[in-house]
């Protein structure tokens, strides 16, 4: 039976990106050896990384005066290493979720922090809108896309002070203006590549203003220097990651993936609406495209478990939700054809049958 993939992360990858790993790592680029056996240092591999980096600038744009690097760590660790580089006095940040609130809790460790707004009242079910962001802070920090509780912010904040961004779950699905940001960071396997991986796009000229001393791996600048070549870069993430960003080249760039998403969330979250055994989770204009919220509606409660076994039957995987939500949660990243939400939609239409 033909599995479908709806885990939140990691999560799916495009057949081109796994078959092309799978063969590097049999046999890397005619060298005889496997991708997990050569040096970082190796022409072969510069040449993975080189384009990697030059590819991601092409695809979202990249102005001059930026650089993009691939470290490892996790988004987690860019939770204290955005303040440790960038937060000199005071910074902003939106609390729009879990990953947002980890982002502030480790700011806190550097400086003042100004949480302009959070829908934490409400479980985060919506994006707060109408705050204030005070001009004397050094960046504002928001999450794109709440992966836990399926909400987005759809557009780059119009605020008086530089933009930093966890964009983890939402990169490469629409397109950004990244002139605006002085920092984004993401997680690769959401959206780009197996775990162990994190794109960072930096602002050359926002590093090195502030005060304290970096340790040496934790400043953005030995990176961009080295060209993302300090020590030892997770090679198989990265390869992974380049065959990501030459498939979403062939799909033609990131404005037709948007329109490839948008197609994706429109069929399933219409289908939420429509059947009476669900309800989505997330305000309706905050809905996220790449994270869907649902649970069953109050009369049905007691369906969930039979609903889950139900979906998981018919090669639903990964759809139960996060515990901070309930319910179900289906992940459509970039990587997901239309063909596995309308199952999914299928599915939910014939259990609303039987019931
Ligand atoms: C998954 C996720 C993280 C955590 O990423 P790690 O790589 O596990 O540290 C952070 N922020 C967002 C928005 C995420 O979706």
Redesign the pocket.
């Known amino acids: 039976m033909k599995k479908h993939n709806f885990y939140a992360?990691p999560s799916i990858m495009s057949q081109y990106t796994i078959k092309n790993t799978a063969d590097a790592i049999l046999d890397f680029a005619g060298t005889g050896l496997s991708l997990m056996e050569v040096s970082h240092r190796s022409k072969e591999f510069i040449a993975v990384m080189e384009e990697a980096r030059a590819l991601t600038k092409e695809l979202l744009n990249v102005p001059e005066g930026y650089d993009v690097i691939f470290m490892g760590g996790?988004?987690?660790?860019q939770f204290c290493m955005a303040p440790y580089n960038l937060l000199e006095k005071k910074a902003a940040y939106l609390d729009t979720g879990t990953?947002a609130s980890n982002a502030i809790k480790e700011a806190k460790l550097f400086g003042e922090v100004d949480v302009v707004a959070s829908s934490k009242e409400s479980n985060y079910n919506f994006i707060p809108k109408n705050y204030e962001v005070p001009s004397d802070a050094d960046y504002f920090h928001f999450?794109s896309?709440?992966?836990i509780f399926g909400t987005q912010i759809k557009n780059d904040p119009d605020v008086n002070v530089p933009l930093v961004s966890?964009m983890?779950?939402d990169i490469f699905s629409r397109p950004i203006d990244v002139s605006k940001y002085d920092l984004i960071y993401a997680?690769a396997?959401?959206n780009l590549a197996p775990?162990g991986v994190?794109i960072i796009i930096a602002k050359i000229d926002a590093l090195g203003k502030v005060s304290r001393q970096i340790p040496t791996m934790l400043d953005y600048r030995t990176h961009i220097k080295k060209e993302s070549m300090f020590n030892t870069p997770p090679c198989v993430s990265v390869y992974a990651a380049l065959q990501t960003l030459r498939y979403y080249k062939q799909l033609g760039g990131i404005e037709a993936i948007q329109k490839l998403n948008e197609a994706k969330a429109t069929l399933l979250y219409n289908e939420i609406d429509r059947n009476k055994l669900f309800k989505g989770t997330a305000a309706v204009e905050d809905r996220s495209v790449m994270n869907v919220c649902f649970v069953m509606n109050d009369e049905y409660k007691d369906l969930e478990d039979e609903f889950a076994k139900f979906a998981t039957s018919k090669g639903m995987v990964g759809i139960k939700g996060h515990r901070s939500v309930g319910g179900f949660r289906a992940s459509i990243y970039n990587a997901m054809k239309i063909e596995s939400v309308q199952a999914l939609v299928d599915v939910m239409k014939e259990f609303e049958k039987a019931h």
């Open positions: 992360g996790g988004a987690s660790l990953w999450t896309n709440n992966t966890d983890s779950s997680g396997q959401k775990a994190t």
